[in-house]
């Protein structure tokens, strides 16, 4: 069975600073993890997907990292925006299925 | 492309009483799926389908039933709304299921219907 963690479950920062989101999984045999953005009273919209082969993936001020053996994905932002506000979540596989995790609430102050 | 579309977006129901919430995508992804969102509880996986004529069950299915008889829709429907089907429904939709392990795997999701049922 596939368990998503995410912690913390809410994180406040200012305006800048970089900061990293962490998502942990139970199944290591995972083999790709998608990372999801939602603002308020809105759908989910993809970020970045990682898959096993890979160790990181980019996109701008985004970085996400994913570690098999240790079941641990991390999502880098770079230099945070009030505009990066909204709430992180991770997802990975299960069969055809995707578990998703509970979420970081990011709040960046400027 | 208008991606996904989901219809309505609000939806005020009374206990007892069925609906469909419409589902829609015009990028002719395989893979569809539906989960509803609840305060603390995250995305949870009520039915999906790996392509037209094949649905199967996620983790909450009871109180929902779903068809895929085209590639573009995928309608849920509520039997008999309870009022602890009150929540926010998402619809999204990919070229492959999470099986194939690839970036066809990447999700779209619909903007919501948000569900009362009182």
């Known amino acids: 069975k596939q368990e998503v963690t995410q912690i913390p479950a809410a994180l406040s920062v200012p305006e800048g600073e970089n900061l990293v989101l962490n998502c942990s999984f139970t199944?290591?045999?995972?083999?790709?993890l998608q990372w999801f953005r939602q603002d308020p009273g809105k759908g989910l919209t993809s970020l970045l997907l990682?898959?096993?082969?890979?160790r990181e993936q980019t996109s701008g001020r985004l970085n996400a990292s994913l570690d098999k053996s240790s079941g641990r994905s991390t999502l880098y932002i770079a230099a945070s925006q009030p505009g990066d506000s909204a709430t992180y979540l991770c997802?990975?596989?299960?069969?055809?299925?995707?578990?998703f995790g509970a979420g970081t609430i990011l709040r960046v102050k400027s | 492309n208008a991606g996904v579309t989901q219809t309505p977006k609000f939806q005020v129901l009374k206990t007892g009483q069925s609906m469909t919430l419409q589902c829609a995508q015009d990028?002719?992804?395989?893979?569809m799926s539906w989960y509803r969102q609840d305060p603390g509880m995250g995305l949870r996986l009520i039915h999906y389908?790996?392509?037209?004529?094949?649905?199967d069950q996620g983790e909450v299915p009871n109180g929902y039933n779903v068809s895929r008889s085209t590639t573009e829709d995928f309608p849920l429907r509520l039997l008999s709304a309870a009022p602890s089907q009150t929540s926010v429904y998402f619809c999204?939709?990919?070229?492959?299921?999470?099986?194939?392990?690839?970036?066809?795997?990447?999700?779209?999701f619909g903007a919501g219907t948000r569900l009362s049922v009182l």
């Open positions: 999204a939709s990919s070229y492959s299921s999470p099986l194939r392990g690839s970036v066809k795997n990447i999700q779209y």
């Open positions: 199944d290591s045999a995972i083999y790709n």
């Open positions: 990682i898959q096993s082969s890979q």
């Open positions: 997802a990975g596989p299960l069969g055809n299925k995707l578990v």
């Open positions: 990028m002719n992804h395989e893979y």
């Open positions: 389908s790996v392509g037209a004529g094949i649905t």
